[in-house]
């Protein structure tokens, strides 16, 4: 990637770039991805046990690879502590109303742009880049998280508060909040979606969406132009790749008894 443009200017001009899903603290696991040259990494620390201090390591390992942080919800402390750790962005997770929105950037911000309290932290250099970091520090991009019955109700009056960058849709817990199937041959399913992409683009804001590395029919995906794809977790393709082993195996010995 570019190094003189902002993580999110890069993401508002590209289509379909690919961020494996972290979900395993240990930083070699985040160090082992970055040798494949994703186009950057996603860590969860929503669903998962990593909490800041294993961002940092995953963040270090994986260095100078873009890591977003899906962090744990909405709370002023956590914004604050994981942005000080140096990621390029973070995914806020149950936003369900313009006011959080809001508190969202808010917190994400250093005044007058918000409210965020800014320390000497591996992002400003552990203090000895601290003027530079304050300069930069709103380069960080915020996207909330489009996950809930309540979310899409106020699609647009969330998605038109100022400051932030784009929206990520968690397709599994949208279509379970909506109460329909989450399949992209249910109509209804692809038309929620729709609606979500297109307010964004009509605000120029990125957009993001999950897909599990099961799916072997991403052309409905590819096709929206999503900015980016969430694609798949570490533990998921670690169950792909010994289920598919075992089965081979399995088969090749009842082949031969």
């Known amino acids: 990637m570019p190094v003189n443009e902002t993580f999110s200017a890069i993401l508002r001009k590209s289509t379909c770039l690919l961020a494996p899903l972290v979900s395993i603290s240990d930083s070699s696991v985040s160090e082992m991805l970055s040798f494949l040259s994703p186009d950057f990494l996603i860590v969860d620390m929503e669903h998962s046990l990593i ?8 963040l270090m390992a994986a260095k100078p690879m ?5 962090i744990r ?3 002023k ?3 604050k502590k994981v942005l000080d750790t140096g990621v390029s962005g973070i995914i806020v997770p149950g936003i369900e109303t313009p006011q959080d929105a809001r508190d969202a950037v808010s917190y994400s911000r250093i005044p007058p742009s918000g409210i965020r309290g800014v320390g000497p932290g591996r992002a400003s250099k552990y203090g000895y880049g601290f ?12 996207m909330i998280q489009i996950e809930t019955k309540k979310a899409y109700e106020s699609l647009e009056e969330i998605l ?6 784009g929206c990520f849709i968690g397709p599994v817990d949208l279509s379970t909040a909506l109460q329909i199937e989450f399949s992209w041959d249910n109509s209804t399913f692809v038309g929620i979606i729709d609606r979500i992409v297109s307010a964004a683009k009509k605000r120029n804001l990125i957009t993001g969406i999950y897909t599990p590395l099961t799916n072997r029919t991403p052309e409905p995906i590819l ?5 980016y794809l969430m694609l798949g977790a570490d533990r ?3 169950q792909l790749k010994y289920l598919e082993s075992l089965q081979f195996i399995r088969e090749k010995l009842k082949a031969i008894s």
């Open 66 to 70: 873009h890591v977003v942080a899906r």
């Open 160 to 165: 038109d508060v100022p400051g932030i960058d």
């Open 223 to 227: 096709a929206r132009g999503f900015n």
């Open 77 to 79: 402390n956590e914004v």
């Open 73 to 75: 919800g909405l709370e």
């Open 131 to 142: 003027r530079e970091y304050v300069r930069e520090s709103g380069n960080s991009a915020v």
């Open 51 to 58: 909490d800041v201090p294993e961002l940092q390591n995953i």
């Open 236 to 238: 998921e393709a670690i």
